[in-house]
C-alpha cells in the first residue's frame, strides 16, 4: 500500500482551539517534568524522562529519527492562542502493508479536562486518514482508564474487544481495550471479505 506520510516536514494541524505539530529543542524541560507525572506513567507506554538529557535526546534525535524513517509521527499538542504546551499525540504506522496506525496521546495534569485530546486525536486521525492514505485507525487503552475509554467513544472509535493480558508493567499483566476507527473508503464498503 502506498502511503503519503513523507511528502514534506512534519505536519501541522489546527482547528482554531489548538494546534499540534512538531516539537522543539525547547520542549525538553516540559517533557521531562510532565512525564513523571504518576497518571502519565499508570497509563501509557510513555517512559518517564529520568534525567533531562532524555527528554532533549527525545526532542533532538528520537522524534525526528521517527518520522525519517517512516514509521509515524510524535506531535506536540498546544493551545493555538498562546502556543502554552498541553500534552503529546502521536501516530505510529504499525502495519504499513494494510494501512494500519495506532494513534496514542497524553495531556498535562492541568490540561486534562479541557477537551484538547480529543482535538489532538480527531486531527491526527483525520490527517493519517485522508492526508497519509490510512484505512485504519486503532486505540490501545488499558482496560480501567476510564477517561480514555470515554475519549475513544467521543473520537467515534469503535470499541472492537479486550486484548487479555496485552502489556506488561513492571510484573503484572494488563488487558488492553482495542478501538478503531475506519477510513471513508472501508466504511462504504461495509462488513464481509471482497
Known amino acids: ?3 503519503d506520510l513523507w511528502s514534506g516536514a512534519q505536519p501541522v494541524l489546527s482547528d482554531g482551539v489548538i494546534t499540534v505539530g512538531p516539537w522543539s ?7 521531562h517534568e510532565t512525564c513523571r507525572d504518576p497518571e502519565i506513567q ?8 529520568e534525567e533531562l538529557d532524555d527528554a532533549q535526546r527525545y526532542v533532538d534525535e528520537i522524534v525526528p529519527e521517527f ?5 509515524g509521527v510524535q506531535l506536540a499538542i498546544q493551545a493555538a492562542s498562546s502556543s502554552e504546551r498541553l500534552g503529546a499525540v502521536g501516530l505510529l504506522i504499525s502495519d504499513p502493508d494494510n494501512g494500519v496506525g495506532e494513534i496514542g496521546c497524553y495531556l498535562s495534569a492541568n490540561a486534562r479536562g479541557s477537551g484538547a485530546a480529543t482535538r489532538a486525536i480527531e486531527l491526527l486521525g483525520t490527517w493519517a486518514l485522508e492526508v497519509v492514505g490510512l484505512e485504519r485507525l486503532e486505540l490501545h487503552i488499558l482496560v480501567g482508564n476510564e477517561p480514555s475509554l470515554r475519549l475513544a467513544e467521543r ?10 493480558s496485552r ?6 499483566r494488563h488487558d488492553v481495550a482495542l478501538f478503531s476507527r475506519l477510513g471513508a473508503s472501508e466504511e462504504a ?3 464481509g471479505v471482497r
Open 1 to 3: 500500500m502506498e502511503l
Open 25 to 31: 529543542h525547547d520542549d525538553a524541560a516540559w517533557i
Open 42 to 49: 499508570r497509563w501509557t507506554l510513555v517512559p518517564g524522562a
Open 67 to 71: 518520522f525519517a524513517s517512516g514509521m
Open 155 to 164: 473520537c467515534g472509535y469503535q470499541l472492537e474487544g479486550i486484548l487479555r
Open 167 to 172: 502489556e506488561r508493567r513492571g510484573s503484572l
Open 189 to 191: 464498503r461495509g462488513r
